[in-house]
């Protein structure tokens, strides 16, 4: 799943939650999806930051999922709806965070977009 937090007054905190890795599961996906349209049509959110549980960002695809019927929204189009946001989004990424395009594994840091 993700959780969804008002902090700092303004901002909205989207907390990746699938434990070991948080990877992206269909609920995750589809938890992703859902707490991004509340903050977006909350006018009090100005900005979102989008981060993991337990200082792990992201496993990439949830691998138990390999092999099952794919379910839950596709992966693209929320890309798309992250990066056509009317609020800055700013992912904050702490321990690994992989994907398609790479991998990487840091001690801490953010990348917006
Ligand atoms: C670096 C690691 C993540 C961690 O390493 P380490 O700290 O040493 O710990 P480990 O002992 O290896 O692992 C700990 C436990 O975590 C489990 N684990 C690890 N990774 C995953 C994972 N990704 N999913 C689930 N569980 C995971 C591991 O089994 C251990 O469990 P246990 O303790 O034994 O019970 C390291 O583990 C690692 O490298 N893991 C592999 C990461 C990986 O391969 N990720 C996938 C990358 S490829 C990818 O992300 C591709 C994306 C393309 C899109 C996929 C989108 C999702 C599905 C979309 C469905 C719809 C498609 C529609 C079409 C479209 O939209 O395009």
Redesign the pocket.
């Known amino acids: 799943m993700a959780q969804y937090t008002r902090v700092a007054g303004s901002v909205g905190l989207i907390t990746l939650q699938n434990p070991?890795?948080n990877?992206?599961s269909?609920m995750v996906?589809q938890g992703v999806v859902d707490t991004m349209e509340r903050a977006l049509s909350a006018p009090e959110v100005k900005s979102l930051v989008i981060c993991g549980q337990k200082e792990t960002f992201c496993?990439?695809?949830?691998?138990?999922?390999f092999g099952t019927k794919?379910s839950?929204p596709?992966?693209?189009?929320l890309i798309h709806a992250i990066e056509a946001s009317t609020k800055p989004v700013v992912a904050a990424i702490e321990g690994?965070a992989?994907?398609?395009t790479g991998?990487s594994?840091g001690d801490s840091g953010s990348t917006a977009s």
Request: avoid cysteine.
């Open positions: 070991p890795v990877a992206l269909a996906r496993g990439g695809a949830d691998i138990r999922e794919m839950g596709p992966l693209t189009p690994v992989l994907g398609q991998a594994r």
